[in-house]
């Protein structure tokens, strides 16, 4: 520490200094907290979801849907199959007007 009065105002000014610093590092913490907690109410309000939850939902529609072309078509042999077998059965039922 140095001594007499010039000293002694460095001395106060250094100290003055540091608790300023002190207060702006407390006050940017502060800011930032509050400016996160913001964030998050609005990210909230406005029903916004994270990025990994958006993608494992797009995964789940991509199978969804390939599930869906694959039981259309499905659906669609199968539709064709009965009307191959009503055509075939009407064709050799005996006493109808179709199989004459």
Do not use: C
């Amino acid at each position: 520490m140095t001594t007499g009065p010039q000293g002694r105002i460095y001395d106060e000014f250094a100290k003055l200094m540091n608790d300023a610093a002190g207060l702006a590092q407390s006050a940017g913490r502060e800011v930032s907290s509050a400016f996160r907690s913001q964030g998050e109410r609005l990210a909230s309000e406005l029903d916004l979801v994270r990025a990994d939850d958006l993608e494992t939902v797009r995964e789940i529609a991509t199978r969804a849907l390939a599930e869906v072309e694959r039981l259309s078509a499905r659906v669609a042999d199968l539709e064709a199959r009965v009307a191959r077998e009503e055509v075939s059965h009407n064709e050799t039922e005996p006493g109808t007007v179709d199989g004459l």
